[in-house]
């Protein structure tokens, strides 16, 4: 599985940003997938996590609605709106997939196998 993480740049505090994760390789279809972050200094966080071809997301509070992920099946894509930036969500953030990840490890960076390049998101105060 191959992924490409795209979407992230420079914004206001306030500002939204639409991440893109695309897929290729193998078909993953309700393989867990996630969205994580790093911040500089900081250990890497889950953001979001789903199943792919799911409809149910869970979010970690802090970015709880105001983020949402969404797909399109057809481009084999999954997206993060993120809307209401905050200063304190500068950080890059990735995709992943992880065939062997269940609900008890959904936040462990550690559990997915297949991660994207990551995209640089950068909210100024």
């Known amino acids: 599985v191959q992924l490409q993480a795209s979407g992230g740049g420079l914004v206001q505090a306030g500002g939204s940003l639409r991440l893109s994760c695309a897929a290729s390789?193998?078909?993953?279809?309700?393989?867990?997938m996630a969205w994580f972050r790093q911040a500089p200094g900081k250990e890497r966080e889950l953001v979001a996590a789903?199943?792919?071809?799911?409809?149910?997301?869970y979010y970690t509070d802090v970015v709880k609605g105001r983020f949402t992920a969404s797909r399109d099946n057809g481009k084999n894509t999954v997206y993060l709106q993120m809307n209401s930036l905050r200063p304190e969500d500068t950080a890059v953030y990735y995709c992943?997939?992880?065939?062997?990840?269940?609900?008890?490890?959904?936040?462990?960076?550690?559990?997915?196998?297949?991660w994207g390049q990551g995209t640089q998101v950068t909210v100024s105060s």
């Open positions: 992943a997939v992880g065939p062997s990840v269940i609900l008890s490890n959904i936040a462990t960076p550690t559990a997915y196998a297949y």
């Open positions: 390789g193998r078909y993953i279809g309700n393989t867990r």
């Open positions: 789903r199943k792919w071809n799911g409809d149910t997301t």
